[in-house]
């Protein structure tokens, strides 16, 4: 069977693959268009377990909210280059699987590797641009928040996203943002102090009282200056008692309640790409 360069556009466009892959993927085939489409995803699992033992520490964390703001997804899609972070398309890419996520709600990472994008499921499509690209693909995590209303943030560069979720909807839009950027800014370990799990809470006093005993303050002062310690820690670590960024005076609590005083915060979620 012969082909045409409209039969290499066409599986370009089916593939996202370049081409020459796509006109050797159809000379490889004889021309057979559904045959080519398998050699290329054929070739995209050879790449994916070449580079299986490469490390995927670049990529894109972006996050989004349902259009009654009652649900918020945030997806991690990893490479290995910061070029291929920034290309469009690895970013487009990654929005479809955010908007797969935001559609269908799924509970977990597998969930959400196993749902239908097209007539494949995600983690098919990943290891499919794995391929394409050339490098190693990753979807390493999805993060998700239901609540009364939720609000995203993206930090420009897509290396730093966050989820916020309240308890009421109907105050300022800014309010929530300002709260997002927040966690975004100063990554706080829970919402407060009651939401820190007793592991957390003994590790912190145990790393006070070693840091203390080591200065050479008296045995039997240790408990106290310790929970002092762990008080200063519960401000500088949990979201509502953090001060507010942008003010400096205040706690995030305070601001709510300038706002609206029975207003909170009830879950978050936070990725940040390191490096």
Same mark, same amino acid.
């Given at each position: 069977?012969?082909?045409?360069?409209?039969?290499?556009?066409?599986? $370009?466009?089916?593939?996202?693959?370049?081409?020459?892959?796509?006109?050797?993927?159809?000379?490889?085939?004889?021309?057979?268009?559904?045959?080519?489409?398998?050699?290329?995803?054929?070739?995209?699992?050879?790449?994916?377990?070449? $580079?299986?033992?490469?490390?995927?520490?670049?990529?894109?964390?972006?996050?989004?909210?349902?259009?009654?703001?009652?649900?918020?997804?945030?997806? /991690?899609?990893?490479?290995?280059?910061?070029?291929?972070?920034?290309?469009?398309?690895?970013?487009?890419?990654?929005?479809?699987?955010?908007?797969?996520?935001?559609?269908?709600?799924?509970?977990?990472?597998?969930?959400?590797?196993?749902?239908?994008?097209?007539?494949? &499921?995600?983690?098919? %499509?990943?290891?499919?641009?794995?391929?394409?690209?050339?490098?190693?693909?990753?979807? &390493?995590? #999805?993060?998700?928040?239901? =609540?009364? #209303?939720?609000?995203? #943030?993206? %930090?420009?560069?897509?290396?730093? !996203?966050?989820?916020?979720?309240?308890?009421?909807?109907?105050?300022?839009?800014?309010? !929530?943002?300002? /709260?997002?950027?927040? /966690? =975004? =800014?100063?990554?706080?370990?829970?919402?407060? $102090?009651?939401?820190?799990?007793?592991?957390?809470?003994?590790?912190?006093?145990?790393?006070?009282?070693?840091?203390?005993?080591?200065?050479? *303050?008296?045995?039997?002062?240790?408990?106290?200056?310790?929970?002092? @310690?762990?008080? *200063?820690?519960?401000?500088?670590?949990?979201?509502?008692?953090?001060?507010?960024?942008?003010?400096?005076?205040?706690?995030?609590?305070?601001?709510?309640?300038?706002?609206?005083?029975?207003?909170?915060?009830?879950?978050?979620?936070?990725? @940040?790409?390191?490096?």
């Amino acid at each position: 069977m012969s082909f045409t360069t409209a039969d290499v556009v066409k599986l $370009r466009k089916a593939t996202g693959a370049g081409m020459m892959d796509c006109k050797n993927a159809l000379t490889e085939a004889e021309g057979n268009f559904d045959r080519a489409v398998d050699i290329i995803r054929e070739r995209g699992k050879l790449v994916a377990s070449k $580079r299986a033992d490469r490390e995927a520490t670049e990529g894109v964390v972006l996050a989004k909210v349902t259009a009654d703001q009652k649900f918020g997804a945030l997806v /991690v899609l990893n490479c290995e280059t910061d070029f291929v972070a920034k290309n469009e398309k690895f970013i487009a890419f990654t929005q479809q699987i955010l908007d797969l996520a935001i559609a269908n709600q799924p509970a977990n990472l597998e969930e959400l590797k196993a749902l239908l994008l097209e007539d494949r &499921s995600v983690e098919a %499509h990943v290891t499919e641009q794995t391929g394409v690209i050339g490098e190693k693909l990753d979807l &390493s995590y #999805y993060g998700k928040v239901s =609540a009364e #209303y939720v609000t995203a #943030y993206i %930090h420009p560069g897509n290396k730093l !996203a966050t989820l916020v979720g309240f308890n009421k909807a109907g105050f300022e839009v800014q309010i !929530a943002k300002d /709260v997002a950027m927040q /966690v =975004a =800014a100063m990554n706080p370990v829970a919402i407060n $102090r009651e939401s820190v799990s007793q592991e957390v809470v003994e590790k912190e006093l145990e790393i006070a009282k070693e840091k203390f005993r080591q200065e050479g *303050k008296p045995e039997a002062m240790l408990d106290k200056i310790a929970m002092g @310690a762990l008080n *200063k820690w519960f401000q500088e670590s949990t979201l509502l008692e953090q001060t507010y960024v942008k003010d400096g005076k205040i706690s995030i609590k305070e601001f709510l309640a300038q706002n609206d005083k029975t207003l909170t915060v009830t879950a978050f979620d936070r990725f @940040a790409l390191e490096g």
